[in-house]
């Protein structure tokens, strides 16, 4: 059976795969939405479902030459009413059972639209929901802490966008610059492994712990953040980096870590924040692109072509250290109480028949 780290290190060749395979993924969405003459998308998501979202975000906005918002089930159904002849509105669950966005696109049925659902489970009760259930490619992960399902949704969505614009005669991505994307992700897994061997010891001591960054690197961020919250149950917390400097940085202390994500044109101010840092916690780490900086806490990522996608070469750093430190520490089983309180509040809603 594969585990975690499995499903980390093949997220690059299926990567590849699916941007061999992207007519066949990509042609329902990009129908649907040239179908009609939208002026702004919404995607509708929860989890990491939503981080993927944010990570493409900035991409679509590019390649679509429109605004995007991604927002949760909850947010949308407390949203004033959209224009949905403008807007186009899709929902994004990899197991298809999330009670809320079966909630969320009850809700849509009910103000008599149709829902499309991109989805790894098109056998879910979600899919059966669904006007379009529309398959983004991530095939079977049997680990719920998914990796390779983030990974080939933020590739999804950077596909649709840029066939749309192709569609649409506006700048796109050569399938060779995506390509080079997945092989920037395999040398970031290749130092997310060389990282965790050099720093176990920092990495099994972790306490409170903050990871920083911007933009799409923000969602890159919030992923992390939820994958060790989920995965080595450490209270972790995630912010601009400014935002990080206007109020959470006063609970410092020399039990925290604190990961910093440069920008992608390297911010001397991130990186003063980043040496500052030497006075409060040794557990301090930089992650930069292309960077001359040498230093044993500097992890330097190579710069992908697609600079707007460097979220997708920087989410398997983070993903090698939970999957590589869950077992190692033996953090996969949460607190007793924690499972009863799980166990009292549905957020999966599996049928007999349709359990991934």
Known sequence: MMEMLDYVKASPQKVKENINDKESLVTPLVKLFCDQSFVSVIIVASGSSMNAAKMAQP????????????????????????????TF???????????????AMTYMKELSHQTILLTGNVHSQAAGNADYVIDYGVGIETV?????????????????????????????????EFMQLANVMSSTIDKGVDFVSEHFLELAEMGPTFICGNNMNLGVAREAALKFQETLKIPTMHYEVEEFMHGPDIQLSPRYTVFLIDNLQHSSRISSIYEKLAVVTSRRYLITFGSELKEENIINITKPLITDLCSLAVIPFFQVIVASMMPALSTEKSHPLADRFMHAITTKNYSQNNKE
């Open 89 to 103: 509105v899709f929902f994004v669950s990899q197991s298809g059972a999330s009670t809320n966005i079966l909630h």
């Open 59 to 86: 991409y679509m906005v590019k390649r679509l030459g429109c605004p995007v918002s991604v927002i949760t089930p909850e947010l949308f159904e407390l949203t004033e009413p959209i224009d949905f002849n403008k």
């Open 144 to 176: 719920g802490y998914v990796t390779i399902g983030l990974s080939t949704l933020i590739l999804y969505l950077a596909l649709f966008a840029n066939e749309v614009a192709i569609k649409g005669d506006r700048e796109y991505n050569s399938d060779d």
